[in-house]
């Protein structure tokens, strides 16, 4: 009785989580243990309905190796005629006490953080995302960013 108690809640869970009404795409890419400053991470979008609005998020997973409080990130929106916008993005990592932001329950955390807001995506074909993280009065970035071990994109209907 119980492991069937245990299955039946398994179920409900996984189906719970499935149903994502909003999302339009989301995908992840790995970024080992440490994302190199020269390591830019591209996603491939599907093609959009021109006429919705639609909310982007920049995703990130975390471990507890991640040694700054902030993040700073350059993404870059690339259409088909070589056209490309960019954007230089700052996101807060931590708490004032060092302790991760983002959901998860051990020391790896996710991070949804908000990129652009009702926004038509004409056009747009490929997303670029970069670190541009630097120590304090230093002008080269950190070569390698510690903690940072996946990369996602996300977008989602405005409705």
Not at 80 to 103: C, R, W
Not at 128 to 144: F, L, S, W, Y
Request: aromatic share 10%; hydrophobic share 40%; proline share 3%.
């Amino acid at each position: 009785m119980r492991i069937k108690n245990s299955v039946v809640l398994i179920l409900v869970v996984i189906l719970f989580f499935s149903c994502d009404k909003k999302r339009v795409f989301d995908e992840y890419k790995s970024v080992g243990s440490a994302w190199n400053k020269d390591s830019i991470v591209t996603f491939s979008l599907p093609q959009l309905d021109s006429t919705k609005q639609y909310n982007l998020f920049v995703n990130l997973r975390d471990n507890n190796n991640y040694p700054f409080n902030n993040l700073f990130l350059i993404v870059s929106m690339e259409k088909p005629n070589g056209f490309i916008k960019v954007d230089t993005l700052e996101y807060q990592m931590a708490n004032p006490d060092g302790s991760l932001l983002g959901d998860g329950f051990s020391d790896i955390k996710e991070s949804k953080l908000f990129y652009k807001e009702k926004i038509k995506l004409e056009g747009i074909t490929k997303i670029h995302i970069k670190q541009a993280v630097r120590e304090n009065g230093k002008i080269p970035g950190v070569k390698t960013l510690d903690g940072i071990t996946e990369v996602g994109f996300r977008i989602e209907k405005t409705e």
